[in-house]
């Protein structure tokens, strides 16, 4: 299945972000990156994943123009989901 490019307007370019996103106990069993894709539809690479019962933690790779990240960002905060971004050598090692 061919996937859509996210399309920008040069005022909203499209941009890639790396995060860390921690969710607290009660959200790990909550589709919370599924849900953030069903409303802004930004494509997401998951990079590297450790959840248990009791904390998850995921390394992102995000993509969209930037005010639609801002919005997903507001939308993981909101959620009680903690966003951090990852320093690009960290990433690329």
């Given amino acids: 299945m061919a996937s859509k490019k996210t399309t920008s307007t040069n ?3 499209v941009v890639r972000r790396k995060v860390y996103v921690t969710f607290p106990e009660r959200q ?3 589709a919370i990156i599924c849900d953030m894709y069903d409303l802004y539809k930004v494509r997401f690479n998951i990079r590297s ?3 248990s019962d009791n904390l998850g933690l995921i390394a992102l790779e ?3 123009p ?5 919005k997903a960002f507001a939308y993981f905060r909101k959620r009680g989901v903690k966003v951090e971004p990852i320093e690009i050598s960290v990433m690329e090692s």
């Avoid at 930037?66 to 801002?70: A, E, F, H, K, T």
């Fill in 11 to 13: 005022k909203d370019p």
């Fill in 49 to 51: 994943a450790s959840v």
């Fill in 66 to 70: 930037v005010s639609v990240l801002d």
């Fill in 62 to 64: 995000l993509e969209a």
């Fill in 28 to 30: 790990t069993k909550e």
